[in-house]
Every structure is written in C-alpha cells, then in structure tokens.
C-alpha cells in the first residue's frame, strides 16, 4: 500500500510546522504529501515566496523534507487553478522522479472547482508535447459527465463546450475560410469538437453566404436575389427584438426557405 498525506490548506500553513508535519509522516511510511490550494490562494510565480509561492514550496518539500514525491490539488476560487497545477508541474519537473496532478474534469468541485482534467491534458499536449491521451474523446467525454451528474456545460467552456469553435464575426469567418489556424490554436477534430458557423448580430453578409452554402451544400453566388432578401430577413429577425444571440440552426433553416432556398 502507498500512502499520500492530504496538506489541507497548505498554501497558508506556517512552513516551519509544515515541514516538520511533512517529516513526520515520511518517517512513518508517507510516500507522497499532496499540496492542497484549499481556497485557491496559491501563486504561480517562480519567485512567490511561502506559504503561497507554489513552485517554492514545491522546491522547499525537495530541499527540506524526507517525502519521496509531492502532488498539487489545486481550488479555483481566483481562477488560477490550471495556472498553479501547471506551474507546479513545471517547478518539480527534474526534482522528483514521479510527480502527481490532482484534477477534475470540467473543474467540477468544491465551490468554483478545480483544475480542468481537459486544459491540463491540452496544456501538457501544446506546450510539452505530451501525447499518452485519446484526445479525441474530450468532447464526448465532457458531454457524458455533464449528463450524467445533470451539470450544466458553459457554452464557452474551453475545449469542450458548444462555442469553443463557434465563429460568428465576418472577420474571423473569413480568417477561418482562408487559414483556420488564424483563429483556431488546433483543428477541433483533435478534441472531438466540429467547427460552427454561427449567425448573430455581428455577422454579415459573407458570413451569412457561407452558412448557407455548408446548409445547402452548394455555391451561392454574392449576386443571388434570393441571398439579399435572406440577410434582410436575417437582420430583421435579430434587430426586431433587439436580440442579444444568435439565431438556432432552425431558425436560419427556416429563414432561408423563406427567402426561396430548398433546405
């Protein structure tokens, strides 16, 4: 059996009662002490100094303790809990032969959360070229969870939400028509995502052609008496109401066979 000793609050404990607690529990037969961010006060930078500095405490367990490996459990409550997880990552890399990340996926815990299993494993993926995962299921697997436990996903959640490749702008749909890469930092295949042109308020006219055309699998030319009537019906819809979001898949559906397109 392999014992891990839970830091509770770490990143506000007194060091010097810290470090003889974490002795102690190594002379027991402790293998690993995990760093707990409790309340998310936790500091990515290098130099922060203790209690908060995550690299320093994880340099000081290194130096001043007998524990054989250390692991980060990291809160959200400031929004910096993927930062701190990836900085203590990167502050134990070469110290410790093993070293071990507590995550959740969709952050989903106590209060604000923690880390994202997802940013972690794309983080390690884009910076470090780490590729032991399936990252094609990400996506699948964030809609599983979120079903399951009845959690509602953030439409712009990073990664696996429904807008994370959703393009509405004219000039961001015209990047992504010339070079997805302009705006898009992976293809979404790579995480089981599907790009998305979506249809709102700052959208125009050549984005609203190229709705069309993924709609009615076809070119259509810019000069179409059916395309001018299509974006007055468009702005009319979104403008009447002053609505705020974009129109559904349904809803351009069906202003597109009004304006006179087979759909």
């Not at 399951?148 to 509405?168: C, M, Q, R, W």
Request: glycine content about 8%; some cysteine.
């Amino acid at each position: 059996m392999r014992v891990f000793v839970h830091g509770e609050d770490s990143t506000r404990a007194d060091w010097d009662f810290e470090k003889k607690f974490v002795n102690a529990v190594a002379e027991a037969g402790a293998e690993v002490y995990r760093i707990c961010d409790t309340v998310g006060v936790g500091c990515s930078l290098p130099d922060h100094p203790l209690p908060n500095g995550i690299p320093a405490k994880i340099r000081a367990l290194k130096n001043e303790t007998k524990i054989k490996s250390v692991e980060i459990h990291a809160h959200d409550d400031l929004g910096n809990a993927v930062e701190n997880t990836m900085a203590a990552i990167r502050a134990a890399s070469g110290l410790y032969e093993n070293f071990y990340v507590s995550t959740t996926f969709l952050g989903i815990g106590e209060r604000a959360g923690n880390a994202e299993t997802e940013k972690i494993i794309l983080n390690l993926y884009i910076h470090h070229g780490i590729e032991k995962w399936n990252l094609s299921l990400l996506r699948e697997t964030a809609n599983f969870i979120s079903t399951a436990l009845n959690y509602h996903l953030p439409t712009n959640k990073a990664i696996v939400g429904d807008s994370a490749f959703a393009h509405e702008s004219g000039i961001h749909l015209h990047g992504i028509k010339i070079a997805p890469a302009i705006y898009e930092l992976f293809p979404p295949e790579l995480v089981g995502q599907t790009r998305k042109i979506i249809i709102g308020r700052r959208t125009g006219k050549h984005g609203i052609m190229m709705k069309l055309r993924e709609l009615v699998n076809h070119e259509v030319g810019e000069d179409d008496p059916r395309l001018k009537t299509l974006v007055e019906l468009v702005r009319n819809t979104l403008l009447r109401v002053d609505r705020k979001y974009y129109l559904t898949e349904e809803e351009f559906k069906k202003l597109a066979a009004e304006a006179g397109f087979k759909v």
